[in-house]
């Protein structure tokens, strides 16, 4: 299996297409059901580890926001590293978005799409891309 292929898989998946664990430490385990060489480990979140960025703490009462990694793995080996922020009193988690050159801000196809994998609900997820106001390049429900 190339890159391309490892990549394709995941944003290809829907969330309901990965088994998921949470692991005695908190260590978040999602497993793709279809190729079990591809998984999705998130580390614990760590409530020291906290985001100051105006789009996660003001749009909502709880002005507290917390990062959360996540490693893109094969056969348990790392390929890409991908980071959340836990919002609004860790309802929704959102990848860390990009800005255009209008100065917005915005998520690609493949962040959206990972997003949607290690958020257990995708409705408090787009809810909460809305009041973040993160746009997304592409967007397949």
């Not at 580390?43 to 906290?50: C, D, G, I, K, L």
């Not at 789009?55 to 990062?67: C, D, G, M, R, T």
Request: glycine share 4%; proline share 4%.
């Amino acid at each position: 299996m190339n890159y391309a292929d490892f990549k394709k898989a995941i944003v290809d998946s829907e969330p309901g297409d990965w088994l998921y664990h949470i692991l005695e430490n908190e260590t978040e385990v999602y497993v793709l059901k279809n190729n079990l060489s591809i998984s999705i480990i998130g580390t614990p979140v760590s409530f020291e580890e906290r985001c100051y960025e105006d789009w996660a703490i003001n749009h909502s009462l709880e002005s507290k926001a917390f990062k959360q990694t996540y490693y893109l793995k094969f056969n348990n080996t790392p390929i890409e590293e991908f980071t959340t922020v836990w919002v609004n009193g860790c309802r929704a988690t959102i990848p860390i978005p990009k800005r255009n050159q209008e100065n917005s801000l915005y998520l690609d196809n493949d962040d959206f799409r990972i997003g949607r994998i290690v958020n257990a609900n995708l409705e408090e997820y787009n809810e909460h891309l809305g009041k973040c106001k993160i746009s997304c390049s592409y967007i397949t429900m």
